[in-house]
């Protein structure tokens, strides 16, 4: 049991590394797009999806697919993240107390 605790946290470990790396590489190309254009917002457009439809894109619509596309993979590395997270800790919470048993 313990043997197969400690390869789930591993693999939860890895799908997170590799996540990582794979959203990186999607968004760092959405977002070169949008310096190279210009297309400027910050944080709590990110979250606020009726301030962004409020304030930026009508500011830029040429970039609009752009835009939600950054903003769509953002939201879904930190929630694939806090998920992955939260599963590494309940494994390791429950890896800690089978070894003290």
Known sequence: MYILLISIVIGIFLAM???NVYFRM???KVYGRLVRAEVEFDASHLFNTEKMAT???P???AHQAD???FVRHIRYSIRMASI???LITLFGG???WYRHE
């Open 59 to 61: 500011k830029y619509p």
């Open 84 to 86: 992955l997270t939260g």
């Open 94 to 96: 429950i890896l800690m």
């Open 55 to 57: 304030e930026i894109l």
């Open 26 to 28: 999607k968004v760092f």
């Open 17 to 19: 590394l590799f996540l």
């Open 67 to 69: 835009i939600l596309t």
